[in-house]
């Protein structure tokens, strides 16, 4: 069993900092991709940043020189530096691993979600 656990979320100022931090535990062999989703109020889920076990990262063009993907893959976490914050960013964010798991088999798995509120 895979399991994703976000920490980090919480309620912070428009041009504020936060970092989110994602922790994958259980059956794991290998995890190829990990990422951050998001989820406003009645829209869907996009992609926010993703990054490779190499290192190679893609981020949303919303995103892009704000925000900083970075995973420890000897830990099997991965973290989300967000700055400059603003309300458009308020969001459920999730954790998304793409991973090889303990029946040798390559699944997604998502954490349960972490609330990031940007006041104006």
């Known amino acids: 069993q895979v399991q994703l656990v976000e920490s980090g979320g919480g309620l912070v100022q428009a041009g504020g900092s936060r970092r989110l931090s994602c922790v994958a535990s259980?059956?794991?062999?290998?995890?190829?991709?990990m990422g951050w989703y998001r989820q406003a109020p009645g829209k869907q889920r996009e992609l926010v940043a993703v990054?490779?076990?190499?290192?190679?990262?893609n981020y949303a063009d919303s995103v892009k020189g704000r925000f900083t993907i970075s995973r420890n893959n000897g830990k099997n976490m991965v973290y989300l530096q967000m700055n400059s914050l603003k309300p458009e960013d308020t969001a459920v964010y999730y954790c998304n691993a793409n991973l090889l798991n303990g029946h040798l088999r390559v699944e997604d798995y998502w954490g349960q979600g972490t609330q990031v509120t940007v006041s104006s």
């Open positions: 990054i490779s076990s190499g290192g190679s990262t």
């Open positions: 259980g059956s794991i062999f290998s995890i190829n991709i």
